[in-house]
Structure formats: C-alpha cells, structure tokens
C-alpha cells in the first residue's frame, strides 16, 4: 500500500517570502503521479501542481514549484513571494497512472502573515 | 468549461436515516470518485466509477455505496448513519485518458449527522 506523509502540520511565512513545504512517500510502484493540492477556508480543493515520476524535469506553475527527488521518495513544494491568498491547508497526493485513487497526506496547513 | 459540482453542499441527518448525495463532473470526464474527509482520519478514498462501473473501491462498510449513470453523473448513498459519518464528501472527476489522469474536485457535501 501507497504511504503519504507530510510531517510538518502548521507553517507560517511572511508575505513576499519563500517557503517550502515537505512530503515524503512509498511505494513499490515506478510509475505513478504525484500532486500538490491546496484546500483553502471555503473547503475548496484546488490542484496546484503535479508530477509524473517519469519525468525527470521537476515541474513548475508561476510561483509554485516542485524538489522531486525519486530516489529518496520525496516530493516538496516551493512557494516563492508568498501572497496572503496562498493561506490555506495543502496536501500532497499519489496516484497511479491509470489515475483514479489518490492516496493524501495528513496536509500542512499555511499561513502568509502580512 | 464548468467544474464539478455536487448537490447539496450542507445537510443534516439524524443516525439511523440514510442519504444520497450527487455529483456532476467536468463535461467530457467519465471517472468519478468520491472522497470522505474528516478531521480524525483526514482524505479518505470511498469509490471510483468509470463507465458505469465501480473501478476502485476503498476501505469503508457496505453501508457505503455509489452508482454512475449514463451521462457521468454518480451518487453515493449512506444507508443507516451514524455519527462518525458527519465528514466532508468530495467528488472529483478525471479524462482518465493517458496523461490526463489529474482529478478535479467539487466544492464538496457537508454531512452533520445528529
């Protein structure tokens, strides 16, 4: 079975400031996607980011970006000039390739301070 | 393109009645699979259906069931609640086409269960 761990629970950064947050998994599987999601306050669950494992390329979406280290199983998120919109609970997540079932970490939840 | 919806967004029971609640995914996408997410147990994979057909099936009692239509839609039915049920239900859709197994969330079902 996938595990998904994510071992920091609160977070806190200065608005315009960078931040990253941790997230380690195992699997026996080599194939199989992983993802960044961010649930703000009104519960909406929004994607952030996501990873194939067979990419060796970490990926990046404006001010978010991704460490995908295969090797060790780690999967962190970089946010740069953090903005007070970015406050929210983030999970990480692992899926197959054939999609369907996400396995979430316990979520970190983060908060940009003025 | 509209996004995942679900209806209700709130509702409340008392233990021993069941409910159904409904999602309608992104035009186009045929997976759909349901999440519970509590604040003990954190995000839960519930089912998937694809075509009709459950796919995946998560760790929860038989008191737990889903269907699909024709047109994507799904429902998932609660049968005999019980407290530990109040949680936040989240449908998600996906294209489940190769490269686009990214799944897409509604805002979610609120369940309080009296």
């Known amino acids: 079975a996938q595990t998904v761990t994510q071992s920091q629970p609160e977070m806190s950064v200065q608005e315009a400031e960078t931040v990253t947050l941790s997230c380690t998994y195992d699997?026996?599987?080599?194939?199989?996607?992983l993802f960044w999601y961010k649930q703000p306050p009104s519960r909406q669950m929004i994607l952030v980011i996501r990873?194939?494992?067979?990419?060796?390329q970490n990926a990046t979406e404006n001010r978010f970006s991704v460490n995908f280290q295969k090797a060790a199983k780690s999967f962190s998120l970089k946010i740069s000039d953090s903005q007070l919109g970015d406050t929210a609970m983030y999970f990480c997540?692992?899926?197959?390739?054939?999609?369907?079932?996400?396995?979430f970490g316990e979520g970190t939840q983060l908060t940009v301070n003025p | 393109k509209a996004g995942v919806t679900q209806t209700p967004r709130y509702l409340i029971k008392t233990r021993g009645q069941q409910v159904t609640l409904s999602c309608s995914p992104i035009?186009?996408?045929?997976?759909v699979s349901w999440y519970q997410q509590t604040p003990g147990q954190g995000l839960q994979f519930l089912f998937e259906?694809?075509?009709?057909?459950?796919?995946n099936k998560g760790n929860f009692p038989g008191r737990f069931s889903g269907r699909q239509f024709s047109n994507s839609r799904s429902e998932m039915n609660v049968s005999t609640l019980e407290l530990g049920d109040s949680a936040l239900y989240l449908c998600?859709?996906?294209?489940?086409?190769?490269?686009?197994?990214?799944?897409?969330f509604g805002p979610g079902t609120r369940l309080l269960v009296l």
């Open positions: 998600a859709s996906s294209l489940v086409l190769a490269g686009e197994e990214t799944q897409y």
């Open positions: 699997t026996s599987e080599s194939n199989y996607y």
């Open positions: 990873q194939e494992a067979y990419k060796q």
């Open positions: 997540a692992f899926g197959f390739s054939s999609g369907s079932r996400l396995t």
């Open positions: 035009s186009g996408h045929r997976s």
């Open positions: 259906y694809f075509s009709e057909t459950q796919r």
